[in-house]
């Protein structure tokens, strides 16, 4: 059983995310996502005009005319939150908003009646949860984000999106949650985006998109240890990362994550 405090701020999200489903949403939630794609439903003879893709050969060649497979559209969708708890992910407010944006979007699923599920990962799958229907399945999902306790500091979004590639054979709306300080991804997320619908978001604090000139600055990397020394004497040094991805939001804890949000999917629907 949960603790008391975890079920009051489980709650508190909860109440948060609703309100936030109508404003980022607006009731238009199934117009910004493709269904999971065409399930079989007949077999017809072919007639003149039909896409020569959707011949069944084997029954072509068996009555020795052409016939069709005909197919409708599954408009049931399938979300998955990969959700990012690496060391870097507990700096300033980012697990809290993390934990917000991914009840956000777990609340809009149920509203839905569409499935949601979660992968917890650091540089390994901390924790999978399958896609489930219904609020309870959903505030599961958010109490486990906020109970985990990863047992690695690294971060390796490469492996997850792997994972995920060879764990759920449906297509899904698959929204990766990180600070995406990590390397060497770009090239499996392109591949991923080729059968899933994958968003990137990047929540980030102000603090790490760029450092003030000035000052010669000492970090220590929370996720392998390493010390790290930057010479800013001269010039501000920018921090900010350069995602070349077409699906990506980029989000600071000092602000309301649900102004991006909403922006990013005003301009899906537009398109």
Do not use: C
């Not at 004497?233 to 309301?256: A, G, H, V």
């Amino acid at each position: 059983m949960l603790p008391k405090e975890m079920i009051q701020k489980i709650r508190k999200i909860e109440i948060q995310s609703n309100q936030l489903v109508e404003e980022v949403f607006s009731g238009k939630y199934h117009s910004l996502f493709k269904g999971n794609g065409l399930e079989f439903q007949d077999i017809r003879e072919y007639a003149f005009g039909d896409d020569i893709r959707s011949i069944d050969w084997k029954v072509t060649a068996k009555y020795s005319k052409p016939y069709i497979k005909q197919y409708k559209e599954e408009r049931e969708l399938n979300l998955f939150l990969l959700i990012d708890m690496s060391s870097s992910t507990f700096f300033g407010r980012k697990k809290e908003f993390i934990s917000e944006i991914a009840a956000t979007l777990a609340f809009s699923a149920v509203k839905n009646n569409d499935k949601v599920g979660a992968v917890i990962f650091t540089d390994k799958v901390e924790k999978l949860i399958p896609s489930k229907k219904g609020k309870k399945h959903a505030l599961s999902i958010i109490a486990s984000i906020l109970n985990t306790e990863p047992q690695s500091k690294k971060t390796d979004i490469q492996e997850v999106l792997r994972f995920f590639k060879t764990f759920e054979k449906k297509r899904s709306i698959v929204f990766l949650i990180s600070d995406f300080f990590d390397k060497d991804y770009e090239k499996e997320a392109a591949v991923t985006a080729q059968k899933h619908d994958l968003i990137l978001i990047r929540v980030m604090e102000k603090a790490e998109q760029k450092l003030p000139k000035g000052a010669i600055f000492s970090f220590q990397d929370m996720e392998t240890g390493e010390e790290i020394v930057l010479d800013n004497l001269k010039n501000e040094i920018p921090l900010k990362l350069d995602l070349k991805f077409k699906n990506f939001i980029e989000i600071e804890t000092e602000q309301d994550f649900v102004k991006p949000l909403s922006i990013f999917f005003k301009r899906r629907r537009r398109k």
